[in-house]
């Protein structure tokens, strides 16, 4: 064997000992080297090296450990764009969302998380990233702020509303979809937008009629209904659709409605109804359009006889002399009517 022969054997021999000591190096189940085309050529590239749909990864998670957060997001996103299509890219998504969420920058969050759903749908991290957009549509509904352009922070209460209907849209008939759907209706409620509360409720007892907090979400779109009436000189259909909700309660939960105390609910809708027969009847008789005003007064005494409005109307009919004098035990129910209509005037319930 000459020299030439016996020095390539050995750098030979050199070259398969480095090949063994990276494969010893290298962590379990950090996959294989992986071929890439650079320049017009093929370059074999460790799995761990950024360059790769892995060691990019595995760089992120580096990153996450601490409160790199900025060079998470930024890292994700180079991964984003350059591994799409890879595995890896679910977690990469993730990883950039909890950064934001730390950084409490929510709405970019939320919108790490809903990139990553809409890739992976079913995917091994949907369920940390549904929890991260609830967290994000909690913070801004309880009035943490937008961040926008980097420094504005602005508030961001309807897209807060709108992240727990994502999430409610991406969960659907779960345990999650049922809290989110009746925290949505519950927020409106809380800040006197009664109409989207009635909604929100609607659209929960359509998706969950069995769920245990029915009752609850029947019984708030009944009270939101009463309180979207604005007064005896508006129209009033929200009065009967809160009666008839409340109806709809009593038939369905007659224990619940006794405590609740649904039925004195619907004693005081009949007399906002009434209030708006009498002063109805009371404007024709101010113009002196009598005949229309007898109309209402007899319809008020006739609908709603167990109201203290309606003794008003009795009272109004026997000075007009279109109404016998009444007994003893009508004036003594006449006493205690006008007692409560002066209760509810002094406690600013009534007219």
Not at 3 to 24: E, F, N
Not at 164 to 171: R, S
Request: proline letters at 4%; glycine letters at 8%.
């Amino acid at each position: 064997m000459n020299l030439t022969v016996a020095k390539y054997i050995l750098w030979m021999a050199l070259v398969v000992l480095a090949g063994l000591a990276l494969a010893c190096d290298r962590e379990p189940g950090a996959g294989k080297p992986s071929l890439e085309i650079r320049g017009g050529k093929w370059l074999m590239l460790d799995p761990s090296a950024p360059e790769t749909p892995a060691g990019s990864l595995a760089r992120i998670r580096d990153a996450s450990q601490g409160t790199r957060y900025g060079r998470v997001v930024r890292w994700s996103k180079r991964h984003v764009k350059r591994f799409g299509s890879d595995p890896t890219t679910e977690e990469a998504l993730l990883l950039a969302g909890q950064a934001e969420l730390a950084r409490e920058r929510y709405y970019q969050a939320f919108e790490r998380f809903d990139d990553q759903l809409s890739r992976y749908p079913a995917g091994e991290f949907s369920a940390q990233a549904l929890l991260g957009e609830v967290t994000a549509g909690e913070a801004l509904i309880s009035g943490k702020k937008r961040v926008v352009f980097g420094i504005f922070r602005i508030g961001a209460t309807d897209e807060g509303v709108m992240i727990l209907e994502k999430v409610a849209g991406h969960a659907p008939g779960t345990q999650l979809a049922e809290d989110v759907l009746l925290r949505i209706g519950d927020w409106y409620y809380a800040h006197a937008q009664w109409a989207k509360a009635i909604e929100s409720y609607d659209q929960f007892m359509k998706l969950f009629p069995r769920s245990r907090r029915t009752p609850d979400a029947m019984l708030n779109a009944a009270r939101a209904s009463v309180a979207s009436f604005h007064g005896i000189d508006y129209d009033e259909t929200p009065l009967l659709e809160a009666q008839q909700r409340y109806e709809q309660f009593v038939e369905q939960f007659p224990v619940q409605a006794e405590a609740e105390g649904v039925v004195e609910a619907l004693a005081d809708i009949r007399d906002q109804r009434a209030g708006k027969l009498y002063e109805c009847a009371r404007f024709y008789e101010r113009t002196n359009r009598l005949q229309t005003a007898i109309y209402y007064y007899r319809k008020l005494t006739e609908q709603f006889p167990d109201t203290s409005y309606a003794l008003l109307g009795e009272d109004a009919l026997m000075q007009m002399g279109l109404l016998d004098l009444p007994s003893q035990e009508v004036l003594e129910r006449a006493e205690r009517q006008r007692q409560r209509l002066a209760d509810r005037r002094r406690t600013g319930d009534g007219p």
